[in-house]
């Protein structure tokens, strides 16, 4: 049974940084992809980033390239998203998810790729 804990979420100002934390345990088998998804009031559940945990390799939505780093620890079995410049619209509640099985390229930003989710964390920023 995977259980995802994320933690790390807040309220800063706009433009101030956050780093999310989303700790994996109980699991017998490596994840092959994890992400991290956002969802405001009122909105639909966003891909934000992504990671295949064993290349590194990372993918990003549009709104937050260049702003957020994610990254995963192997050794903590821990996976982190690194959020710089925020901004308002940055507000949402934030959960890492992840996938044991196959998980296409073009669909990591896809809530449908992934098997497990954390419970979230919610992230505030005001202007």
């Known amino acids: 049974q995977v259980h995802l804990v994320e933690s790390g979420g807040g309220s800063v100002q706009a433009g101030g940084s956050l780093r999310l934390s989303c700790a994996d345990s109980g699991y017998t088998y490596r994840s092959v992809c994890m992400g991290w998804f956002r969802q405001a009031p009122g909105k639909e559940r966003e891909g934000v980033a992504a990671i295949y945990t064993a290349a590194g390799s990372t993918y990003y939505a549009g709104s937050v390239k260049d702003r957020f780093t994610i990254s995963r620890d192997n050794a903590k079995n821990t996976l982190y998203l690194q959020m710089n410049s925020l901004k308002p619209e940055d507000s949402a509640m934030y959960y890492c998810?992840?996938?044991?099985?196959?998980?296409?390229?073009?669909?990591?930003?896809?809530?449908?790729?992934?098997?497990?989710w954390g419970q979230g964390t919610q992230v505030t920023v005001s202007s």
């Open positions: 998810a992840a996938n044991a099985g196959y998980c296409r390229s073009d669909a990591l930003l896809r809530e449908y790729t992934y098997t497990y």
